[in-house]
Nanobody, 121 residues
Framework: QVQLVESGGGLVQPGGSLRLSCAAS????????MGWYRQSPGKQRELVAV???????NYQDSVKGRFTISRDNAKNTVYLQMDSLKPEDTAVYYC???????????????WGQGTQVTVSS
């Protein structure tokens, strides 16, 4: 079993910054991808940014140039640096990871519990 623990959400004014962290723990052989999704009331969950092993990061168009995703593979941790935040960035942000628990098992998808980000003056 794999657990994802997020931190770093909160309330920030428009134009401000926040940094989200997500640490994976448990039975981990390899992590194929780690990323962030978000969901606001009445909307579907959407991809914000993802890092897949061996590939360049992928971002949603609305956050390009403002958000930066990074990974610390030694710590099985992914970060999301969010700058120039806008009210429309307000949502619950979820960490996502695709993990192989052992060399013989297929990769499975895991989700964190979510962290609230509110951008408001």
């Amino acid at each position: 079993q794999v657990q994802l623990v997020e931190s770093g959400g909160g309330l920030v004014q428009p134009g401000g910054s926040l940094r989200l962290s997500c640490a994976a723990s448990g039975s981990i052989f390899s992590i194929n991808a780690m990323g962030w999704y978000r969901q606001s009331p009445g909307k579907q969950r959407e991809l914000v940014a993802v890092m897949t092993s061996g590939r360049n990061p992928n971002y949603q168009d609305s956050v390009k140039g403002r958000f930066t995703i990074s990974r610390d593979n030694a710590k099985n941790t992914v970060y999301l640096q969010m700058d120039s935040l806008k009210p429309e960035d307000t949502a619950v942000y979820y960490c996502n990871a695709v993990v192989r628990a052992t060399v013989s098992q297929r990769a499975l998808e895991y989700w964190g519990q979510g962290t609230q980000v509110t951008v408001s003056s």
